[in-house]
């Protein structure tokens, strides 16, 4: 627990909790023990249970706004940390989407099933008004996941996908190697919506599969028209961000060499980014499907590198050429002495591994100078261009060589 929380300390025989009235909170028992009582309608009290550390009581008032059912009371001193409905829903919203929607799901079924229990127990008992309304507005925020799920299925039927390419430079040579393809969905009726939100619900339902195949396809397709319309004096290459549920698929290989051989592609210029979180989930099976793109000469690099909290033996395991280095670090490198230590690291381990290293989020010339300075190989930000359609990424190739952001760091 961080130290931002609010920790109180109860008392012997304190009331924490008191039966019907309303609560906002619910409480993480840090240290000491608490007892549940309930007062039945013949006012005789009943002790149900009782808790210790580790545990959390009173978490109903985190999902709803009814009366507490039952009165909690320290037994001995307690030490407790507070958690407000308030503070939770911030802390959830502001939360990876994918954790937020299972975290609702959740939720919606924990309420359904206390209401569900509470009418087993007292057969008189019909949820209010009120709290039919509630569970309402909780199967709606589930009910829109699935409608935005439905509705990213038309996306990609009725070709409301497209891809920006965001430009990646050389440190050394100050040369173009290639571009970022990122997704954009442009809704009908919503317009834009960013990837942040709609790729988690593609992956949740799977549909993430055909996008990425979709994505790829329209990468190469795209980079052999940058590539021609624009005669680049060098070979342009095209990273594509792949998900777990895509390494999952059967045939994703098959896939990729279909779409390589049908756009005429070679594999060297395709580069697929992975997310350090999608090894982790699946080491096996990522392997063998790692490998044998590599050994055909597809680049690995690995998207958010530095975020996904696991040791570095997996390096080692995995055959990885380059690794992106997150955005958070680079934003922070010139303030933070920590995330440019970890900047330098991560370039001093990839140099000693063979590997390249992409630096994330370069906003401005001094990132840029710094981190030519520390030996990163390559970076792309706004520094140099955000994502772009490809009319403007062809534009932008077409200028690159006479743009002054060429010799600016
Ligand atoms: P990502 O792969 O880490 O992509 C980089 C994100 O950072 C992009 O956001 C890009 O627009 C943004 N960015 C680039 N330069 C800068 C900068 O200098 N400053 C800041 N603040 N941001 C910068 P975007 O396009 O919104 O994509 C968000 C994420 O959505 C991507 O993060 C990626 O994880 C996912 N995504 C996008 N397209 C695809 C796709 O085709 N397939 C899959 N599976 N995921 C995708
Ligand atoms: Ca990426
Ligand atoms: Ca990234």
Same mark, same amino acid.
Do not use: A
């Given at each position: 627990m961080d130290n931002n929380n609010t920790y109180k300390i109860y008392k012997r025989g304190e009331t924490i909790i008191l039966q019907g009235e309303k609560g906002d909170r619910a409480y993480y028992i840090e240290d000491g023990h608490v007892e549940i009582l309930m007062t039945k309608p013949d006012s005789s009290v009943e002790k149900l249970a009782t808790r210790g550390a580790g545990t959390i009581i009173g978490e109903m008032a985190i999902v709803d706004d009814a009366p507490r059912i039952a009165t909690v009371k320290a037994v001995e001193e307690c030490k407790l940390l507070e958690i407000t409905r308030e503070d939770f829903n911030r802390r959830l919203e502001s939360s990876d989407p994918v954790i937020k929607m299972i975290s609702q799901i959740i939720l919606t079924r924990y309420r359904d099933m206390l209401t569900r229990a509470s009418i087993f127990n007292d057969p008189g008992s019909v949820p209010t008004p009120e709290e039919l309304e509630r569970q309402l507005v909780q199967q709606n925020n589930a009910g829109e996941m699935i409608k935005m799920a439905n509705d990213f299925k038309s996306a990609i039927e009725n070709n409301q996908l497209s891809l920006h390419y965001q430009p990646i430079i050389d440190f050394?040579?100050?040369n173009l190697t290639g571009f970022e393809a990122l997704m954009r969905w442009t809704h009908p009726e919503k317009g834009m919506i960013s990837p942040g939100i709609f790729i988690p619900v593609a992956e949740d339902s799977g549909l993430i599969v055909e996008a990425s195949r979709w994505a790829l396809r329209e990468a190469c397709m795209a980079l052999t028209r940058i590539q021609g319309q624009t005669g680049y004096n060098q070979d342009l290459s095209v990273s594509v961000n792949f998900s777990s549920t895509d390494f999952a698929e059967e045939n994703f290989l098959e896939q990729v060499y279909l779409i390589l051989s049908e756009t005429d592609i !070679?594999?060297?210029?395709v580069h697929l980014e992975i997310t350090e979180r999608l090894l982790m989930n699946q080491p096996d099976n990522a392997k063998e499907t790692l490998s044998l793109c590599r050994n055909a000469g597809l680049g690995i690099s690995i998207d958010?590198?530095?975020?996904?909290? !696991? !040791?570095?033996?997996y390096l080692h395991y995995y055959p990885i050429d380059t690794l992106k280095i997150d955005q958070s670090f680079v934003r922070n490198m010139r303030q933070d002495e920590t995330a440019s230590e970890l900047v330098k690291s991560i370039i001093a381990l990839s140099k000693n591994m063979k590997m390249k290293t992409i630096a994330e989020g370069v906003e401005d010339q001094e990132d840029a100078t710094l981190l030519r300075e520390m030996g990163c190989d390559q970076c792309q930000g706004f520094y140099f261009s955000k994502p772009l359609p490809e009319a403007e990424a062809i534009e932008f190739v077409r200028n690159w060589d006479a743009n002054p952001l060429k010799t600016s760091f």
């Open positions: 050394q040579t100050g !070679s594999p060297q210029r958010d590198f530095g975020t996904g909290y !696991s !040791s570095l033996s």
